[in-house]
């Protein structure tokens, strides 16, 4: 039987994540979870260990001792998955904006050997943003038009992080070589995914602002999804003709 995993980075999230968590122990589905905290100074952590005792063997806590970003965060996760042998590991967000039952239709898509790598999509119908800012939601959206214009990725959502792989891809992709660590971290796992032929699938959802905690978006991060995807590029004709 396959094991899954969901994989939830967080930095001062205690408002959020005893309600995320409630909610995938209470999937039809069967789901592991592992917390990925950068050292929070709000009591994240200790919350998570608490869900750890209470569910144990299921919910599980890795805690490293400074912030260093996301794509940090998830290649820690990622490769701590791998090691522990899940066969379909997913990610996302911590702060709610991703409707854990959404979860179960990823599931679905990719036990279903449909797919490889499965993406909640802000924008295979439309735009399913509820609460953003226009600003934000300009922002999102023409950051995926301009991957896939600069990239050829043929995905709506690139920036999408609601997303499930099989633990092949992640083996392909060889998480060392990452390059990126915000907005460009997303796009470039499902570039790498895609320059490797692995099958991508989208399926919609409706995707939620958070209520409590603060966004994490900066300047940098948006500096290097402008910058980093032209690089990325380069450096795949590079590799491609070696």
């Not at 200790?46 to 490293?64: A, G, T, W």
């Not at 735009?127 to 991957?147: E, H």
């Not at 920036?159 to 099989?166: A, L």
Request: glycine letters at 6%.
């Amino acid at each position: 039987m396959s094991k899954s995993i969901v994989i939830i980075p967080t930095y001062n999230e205690s408002e959020n994540i005893p309600i995320l968590l409630d909610r995938i122990i209470n999937l039809s589905v069967f789901f592991y979870v592992l917390v990925v905290d950068d050292n929070s100074s709000d009591g994240t952590g200790e919350l998570v260990k608490e869900f750890s005792k209470k569910y144990k063997s299921r919910i599980f806590l890795e805690s490293r001792i400074k912030k260093e970003g996301l794509g940090k965060a998830y290649t820690h996760g990622f490769n701590w998955a791998l090691d522990n042998k899940y066969d379909y590991i997913f990610e996302m967000d911590a702060d709610l904006s991703h409707d854990a039952e959404d979860l179960v239709r990823m599931h679905k898509e990719i036990d279903s050997s449909n797919c490889d790598v499965i993406i909640g999509s802000r924008y295979i119908n439309g735009i399913n943003v509820v609460n953003w800012p226009l600003s934000r939601i300009i922002l999102s959206y023409f950051a995926s038009i301009y991957s896939r214009i600069i990239t050829g990725l043929p995905v709506y959502d690139a920036t999408s992080g609601f997303v499930g792989y099989r633990k092949e891809v992640l083996h392909k992709i060889d998480l060392k070589s990452i390059l990126f660590n915000g907005y460009a971290f997303q796009i470039e796992l499902k570039f790498k995914a895609f320059e490797n032929n692995f099958r991508i699938l989208e399926i919609p959802i409706i995707f939620k602002d958070r209520i409590h905690g603060e966004s994490k978006m900066s300047g940098d991060i948006i500096f290097e999804a402008i910058f980093g995807l032209i690089k990325l590029k380069i450096l795949s004709y590079f590799y491609k003709n070696k």
